[in-house]
Every structure is written in C-alpha cells, then in structure tokens.
C-alpha cells in the first residue's frame, strides 16, 4: 500500500521554526517529485514548496521564500520541510504529495500530485 506520512507540526510562537517530515512506505521516492502544500480554514489550498525527484530543483511560494526550504533524503525515503521565522499567518494544515516525475522540475499546483499525506497540523500563537 503507498503512503506518505507527515509528522513534525504542532505549536510554535511567532518567529519559532519547525521540521516537517513526509516518509514515503510502499514505494520508494527516488523519481517522484514532491509537493509541501497548506490549508487554512476557509482558504483554497497552497502549493508552498516542491522539490524535483532528484533534489535539484525546488520552487516557493512568494509566501514562504526565505523562510521555509524544502529537502530530501531518498535513502531514507523521506523529504523535510524546514519552517523558519514562523509567522500566525503560517498556520494550516500541511500535507506532502507525490507525483511520478523522474527528471528534473517540480511544481506546485495539486492536480498534478497522485499521493497525498493525511495532513500535520501547524499552529503559530503566542
């Protein structure tokens, strides 16, 4: 059974960080490109950042540049989503996805991921 699996969120105050994992199982991630994407309540979802299968290429959102980066780890099957400088407008749920791309590029719309996360939660509050 494929699944992707985040972890990481929680509580953070304004200006903290946090490290989110996606662990892949039943399949392995070396040509799937991967997405970070955000939901708040009562907004669309956001393609925050991605990262080509290879690692080579990513793309951000204006909203996170400089902010989040995005990495992986094929040999552990796993890509990481570094929140740094929080602010309470981060606040959502985060989900990865994975898209069969070997190659380079990646992209950030939803329709184009085959496998989705179950989500973190992430809430920035003091």
């Known amino acids: 059974q494929l699944q992707l699996v985040e972890s990481g969120g929680g509580l953070v105050q304004p200006g903290g960080s946090l490290r989110l994992s996606c662990a892949a199982s039943?399949?392995?991630?070396?040509?799937?490109?991967i997405g970070w994407f955000r939901q708040a309540p009562g907004k669309e979802r956001e393609g925050v950042l991605c990262?080509?299968?290879?690692?080579?290429?990513?793309n951000a959102a204006d909203s996170v540049k400089g902010r989040f980066t995005i990495s992986r780890d094929n040999a552990k099957n796993v890509v990481y989503l570094q929140a740094n400088s929080l602010k309470s407008e981060d606040t959502a749920v985060y989900y990865c996805?994975?898209?069969?791309?070997?190659?380079?590029?990646?992209?950030?719309?939803?329709?184009?991921?085959?496998?989705w996360g179950q989500g973190t939660q992430v809430t920035v509050s003091s």
């Open positions: 990262i080509s299968s290879g690692g080579a290429i990513t």
């Open positions: 039943g399949f392995t991630l070396d040509y799937y490109a």
């Open positions: 996805a994975a898209h069969r791309q070997p190659g380079i590029g990646c992209g950030r719309a939803s329709y184009v991921y085959e496998y």
